[in-house]
């Protein structure tokens, strides 16, 4: 009875020293544990985090059977534990970072902070050449010739662009179907679009790490236009060349069979109206999911 009635005066004597401010910071970090607990949930990283929780049930039972040897080795192992989790979770990180720096809000404000008006001025021009693209990648369909386009968004694809050749120029239905003929030098890679204009051609992306969720038939062009959506908050076409199907990718996935009609509203969606709306509320809901393998 005595230790109940500790713990109960303990707990009145830290309410009374309680304060807004430490209810906003128990909140924040309860929020980053959400976030964080939501990012690794679904990757390798999970069973990082469970071999990381048997090393502190590990330590805790040396310390509590006075394990001398034990103790003192998991103690130098602590004592760099940081250094290690950043190491370890690197990849996870930096999606957390990308993820917090692809916020549309957070975007607008400083884009209004450092450039002023002159933010909306320098808005990318994509709507004027959007029937240019979407009258290509219609050809394209037709023909069945295999394509990758990237349509950059926020998220600055400098890296990518820098592995095949800076084109920059004012796109036309010609030159986008001579970069992609199969027998030109670029047409393996993807093409990079920038503020409307095609900045790169030729460009290695980075193919997707969930292969089990992705189906079987789509091979290496639409696992990279998967992978650098992953990445990033690009909109990526792919026109399949065995079929001539053309599908999008978006934040991970794919839908596929888009005609003339629905490409030409997704593309305006994703494209024109998310500059003045959040990107978020739209989807792909206009071409075809893709089914998991489970379903087929």
Same mark, same amino acid.
């Given at each position: 009875?005595?230790?109940?009635?500790?713990?109960?005066?303990?707990?009145?004597?830290?309410?009374?020293?309680?304060?807004?401010?430490?209810?906003?910071? !128990?909140?924040?970090?309860?929020? !980053?544990?959400?976030?964080?607990?939501?990012?690794?949930?679904?990757?390798?990283?999970?069973?990082?985090?469970?071999?990381?929780?048997?090393?502190?049930?590990?330590?805790?039972?040396a310390v509590l059977f006075n394990f001398t040897m034990m103790t003192a080795l998991l103690n130098?192992?602590?004592?760099?534990?940081?250094?290690?989790?950043?190491?370890?979770?690197?990849?996870? !990180?930096?999606?957390?970072?990308?993820? !917090?720096?692809?916020?549309?809000?957070?975007?607008?404000?400083?884009?209004?902070?450092?450039?002023?008006?002159?933010?909306?001025?320098?808005?990318?021009?994509?709507?004027?050449?959007?029937?240019?693209y979407v009258e290509s990648i219609m050809r394209l369909h037709e023909t069945k010739t295999g394509?990758?386009?990237?349509?950059?968004?926020?998220?600055?694809?400098? &890296?990518?662009? &820098?592995?095949?050749?800076?084109?920059?120029?004012? @796109?036309?239905?010609?030159?986008?179907?001579?970069?992609?003929?199969?027998?030109?030098?670029?047409? &393996?890679?993807?093409?990079?679009?920038?503020?409307?204009?095609?900045?790169?051609?030729?460009?290695?992306?980075?193919?997707?790490?969930h292969n089990k969720n992705v189906d079987d038939n789509l091979g290496t062009r639409h696992r990279?236009?998967?992978?650098?959506?992953?990445? +990033?908050?690009?909109?990526?076409?792919?026109?399949?060349?065995?079929?001539?199907?053309?599908?999008?990718?978006?934040?991970?996935?794919?839908?596929?069979?888009?005609?003339?009609?629905?490409?030409?509203?997704?593309?305006?969606?994703?494209?024109?109206? +998310?500059? +003045?709306? @959040?990107?978020?509320?739209?989807?792909?809901?206009?071409?075809?999911?893709?089914?998991?393998?489970?379903?087929?």
């Open positions: 009875m005595g230790i109940i009635n500790q713990w109960i005066e303990g707990f009145f004597a830290v309410m009374r020293t309680f304060r807004v401010k430490d209810a906003i910071d !128990i909140f924040a970090i309860g929020l !980053i544990l959400f976030y964080i607990t939501k990012l690794v949930r679904e990757t390798r990283a999970v069973q990082l985090v469970k071999g990381i929780f048997m090393l502190l049930v590990l330590y805790g039972a130098r192992f602590f004592e760099f534990a940081v250094i290690v989790l950043f190491i370890v979770f690197q990849p996870e !990180i930096r999606k957390f970072l990308e993820q !917090i720096g692809r916020s549309n809000y957070t975007y607008k404000r400083v884009k209004s902070f450092l450039l002023g008006n002159a933010a909306d001025e320098n808005m990318p021009q994509i709507s004027q050449y959007l029937s240019i394509a990758l386009i990237v349509f950059e968004r926020r998220t600055r694809l400098g &890296d990518i662009a &820098d592995t095949g050749t800076i084109i920059n120029a004012t @796109p036309s239905i010609m030159m986008i179907g001579n970069v992609f003929f199969n027998k030109a030098p670029l047409h &393996d890679g993807a093409m990079i679009v920038r503020d409307g204009k095609v900045y790169a051609a030729g460009c290695i992306l980075p193919l997707t790490h990279a236009a998967i992978g650098v959506s992953e990445v +990033s908050d690009a909109v990526v076409v792919v026109v399949s060349e065995e079929t001539g199907a053309v599908s999008i990718a978006l934040n991970g996935k794919i839908r596929r069979d888009y005609n003339r009609q629905t490409l030409t509203e997704a593309l305006n969606d994703l494209l024109v109206l +998310s500059e +003045s709306e @959040p990107a978020e509320k739209f989807s792909l809901r206009k071409g075809k999911k893709e089914k998991k393998k489970s379903e087929q």
